[in-house]
């Protein structure tokens, strides 16, 4: 596939089919993924891919977890987000509740319990930072992310990333034998697209590009 179509055509997929991914090419996407730009090439990512059956355990402990204590997706700031910003995320909300309706569910336990069953996908791939790196390494984690998304996409695997692990990051380290040192930062759900699931019609929008750009000349 070409880059250009890749970029233009990707989108998070949420609902994936119960079919393995061949490691090999879990393997090339990840290759391809590492050729992101980071910071004198340092490459401060470390990338845990869990698969199959280990998974769906990882999942369970989420679950679990969740029924506890039942923290959320959200924009996870500490301060009012400008109306803006939040009008978008209000429309994707909007426009995916009548499409997980179809499928049975409300929107807030589709997105919450499906981000932490990573929507079914076979594979997840959890992005940690060592905490020796200071902030300005998240540019670097961003970079590997947008890479994964499209070299999974070039390589006909579907992605979704997934924020919300980031709070249950005390189970994922405990669960996958993850040394405290490591921050998680972000998952990717990797897998093959569940064609018929009304969930995946949805295709985001962007924003017009005079609101979100300064020209200066
Ligand atoms: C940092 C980050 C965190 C995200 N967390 C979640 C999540 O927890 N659950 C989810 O369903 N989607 C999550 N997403 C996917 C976004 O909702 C999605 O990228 C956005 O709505 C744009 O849609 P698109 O990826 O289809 O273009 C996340 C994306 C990013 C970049």
Redesign the pocket.
């Known amino acids: 596939m070409d880059l250009l179509e890749a970029i233009r055509t990707?989108?998070?997929?949420?609902a994936f089919r119960d079919e393995p991914v061949p490691r090999r090419l879990l393997e090339q996407v990840l290759l391809d993924a590492t050729r992101a730009p980071s910071a004198i090439n340092m490459q401060p990512w470390d990338v845990h891919m869990v698969l199959g059956d280990e998974r769906k355990r990882l999942s369970r402990r989420l679950l679990r977890s969740f029924k506890e204590r039942a923290v959320t997706?959200g924009p996870g700031a500490s301060r009012p987000i400008p109306d803006r910003f939040m009008a978008r995320?209000r429309y994707?909300a909007d426009a995916m509740t009548p499409l997980v309706e179809r499928m049975g569910s409300d929107f807030k336990t589709y997105?919450n319990e499906?981000?932490l069953n990573f929507?079914g996908a076979p594979a997840v791939a959890l992005i940690f930072l060592d905490e020796c790196f200071p902030a300005e390494r998240m540019v670097d984690v961003?970079s590997l992310?947008a890479y994964l998304?499209l070299s999974a996409e070039g390589h006909g695997v579907n992605s979704?990333?997934?924020?919300?692990?980031q709070q249950y990051e005390d189970e994922i380290k405990d669960q996958l034998n993850v040394p405290e040192s490591k921050k998680l930062i972000?998952s990717v759900a990797l897998g093959f697209a569940e064609p018929d699931s009304p969930v995946n019609e949805?295709?985001?929008p962007?924003a017009d590009l005079n609101e979100v750009t300064r020209w200066v000349d």
């Open positions: 990707r989108s998070s997929v949420r997706c995320a994707c997105i499906g981000s929507y961003g992310v998304v979704c990333p997934i924020g919300l692990v972000i949805f295709r985001s962007r």
